[in-house]
């Protein structure tokens, strides 16, 4: 099997941590060679930044109705190679401990609402608070910061107390480790190196908050949820996969399946606390469907 045939393969039956993160480097693998042939073929520096502004989210409220489409394409664009690594080794980190805590049909919707608000906190406070005001320049804003937030404040909303060991420091609960990320992009607003990228993390982190803690507060949403029936009939109409394919699929791997394992367990203990207090004609159909089958199962 060659690289290209084992990449397509990775890519297709992969999770959608590994799909994030190949989206993230084949963008920026495609925008380098772009510039590169832009710099061969005479173009000057400020031609080439243009071309990767125009897939940036600008601070400019004009400009950004034009370019409507980039508070998503933004999250996908890196600058350069550190830009890149650092954010896929934090995107891989945290989404690891994601679907391990929460699953992987949430990873999606929680990058890219993350995304979105940090797009949405630079450009409010590039444009209404007096501070940061851009005073008709244009800053722009890329990659994948504010959705890795997101994923981070996300699960340790959800999961606060669980625990991660960390090279040199040891055992360290997750809400330690998104509380000093938080302080970090607090102090370092005012240094002016990077403002708009770490005020975009704060608009993750919140986005983050929110979803842990409708998680906490709900349970985790099942396949009811509109966002995930959403893109299951996307993928439906524009992937669909002969019986023959279907049986290549990658079976579980013993991580992935106790991870399946536990949270299924988590969710029917939800339920049966959910019978308890309120009885059982309060349950959902899904809810009421999931008990079903772990009758079946026990």
């Known amino acids: 099997m060659t690289i290209s045939s084992e990449i397509r393969e990775s890519f297709r039956y992969g999770s959608m941590l590994t799909r994030l993160i190949y989206i993230n480097i084949g963008v920026f693998l495609i925008f380098r060679f772009i510039q590169l042939f832009m710099l061969l073929f005479g173009f000057q520096p400020d031609e080439i930044m243009k071309w990767l502004a125009f897939f940036s989210v600008p601070a400019n409220f004009l ?15 890196h600058f350069d190679f550190l830009h890149l690594l650092f954010n896929i080794l934090y995107l891989y980190w945290f989404g690891k401990i994601f679907m391990h805590l929460v699953g992987e049909k949430q990873l999606l919707k929680t990058y890219l609402l993350g995304g979105l608000a940090g797009a949405l906190a630079y450009f ?63 102090i370092s607003i005012p240094t002016l190196s990077n403002t708009g990228g770490h005020l975009a993390h704060i ?96």
């Open 203 to 298: 608009g993750g982190a919140l986005a983050g908050l929110y979803l842990g803690w409708q998680w906490s507060k709900n349970g985790l949403p099942g396949a009811s949820d509109p966002f995930i029936l959403f893109f299951e009939n996307l993928k439906g109409q524009f992937g669909k996969k002969s019986k023959m394919s279907v049986a290549h699929k990658r079976p579980l791997s013993d991580y992935e399946y106790n991870a399946l394992k536990l949270r299924r367990q988590k969710e029917l203990d939800r339920i049966l606390e959910k019978i308890k207090s309120s009885g059982y004609e309060s349950l959902s159909s899904e809810e009421k469907r999931t008990l079903f089958d772990a009758s079946k199962e026990g």
């Open 63 to 77: 400009q950004l109705i034009k370019r409507f489409w980039t508070p998503i394409s933004y999250m996908f664009l």
């Open 124 to 186: 409010l406070a590039f444009n209404f608070i007096p501070a940061f005001y851009s005073g008709g320049s244009s800053p722009i804003l890329m990659g994948a910061s504010a959705s890795v937030m997101a994923v981070l404040f996300s699960v340790a909303r959800f999961q606060p107390d669980y625990t991660v060991n960390l090279l040199f420091i040891g055992p360290v609960r997750l809400k330690y480790i998104a509380l000093t990320a938080l302080i970090i992009d607090l």
